[in-house]
């Protein structure tokens, strides 16, 4: 990726991904109240999941996805599947698209 990405541009990312999978239930959490899909706050959480994952993005949607079918709030799974959807139409590649899909499922 070239250019100013969100690690570079906000600097908690950065931490975020310094303190590793511990963050992974806070970033899901903020995931699941955010309301405004397209709030920079809500991309860069995404963002910080990927780099916990080390660009993992399956990894990332399926544990949204998880986090997703566990929350007893229907709003709170909506977001987060919402954001799974997010992440696999921005970060999925041709190769791992159909799993992408389907892990969104």
């Not at 990405?5 to 310094?18: I, N």
């Not at 303190?19 to 995931?31: K, M, N, Q, T």
């Not at 996805?65 to 799974?77: N, Q, V, Y």
């Not at 909506?78 to 997010?86: P, T, V």
Request: hydrophobic content about 40%; some cysteine.
């Amino acid at each position: 990726m070239h250019g100013p990405t969100p690690d570079t541009l906000y600097p908690a990312v950065q931490a975020l991904f310094t303190i590793g999978l511990p963050a992974e239930s806070g970033l899901i959490g903020f995931l699941a109240h955010e309301n405004n899909e397209n709030a920079v706050e809500r991309s860069n959480a995404l963002y910080a999941l990927l780099l916990i994952y080390h660009g993992n993005t399956l990894s990332v949607i399926e544990n949204v996805m998880k986090a997703s079918k566990l929350t007893r709030d229907d709003s709170e799974g909506s977001r987060l599947r919402a954001a799974a959807r997010e992440a696999a139409t921005t970060w999925c590649d041709d190769r791992i698209k159909e799993k992408c899909k389907e892990a969104t499922r």
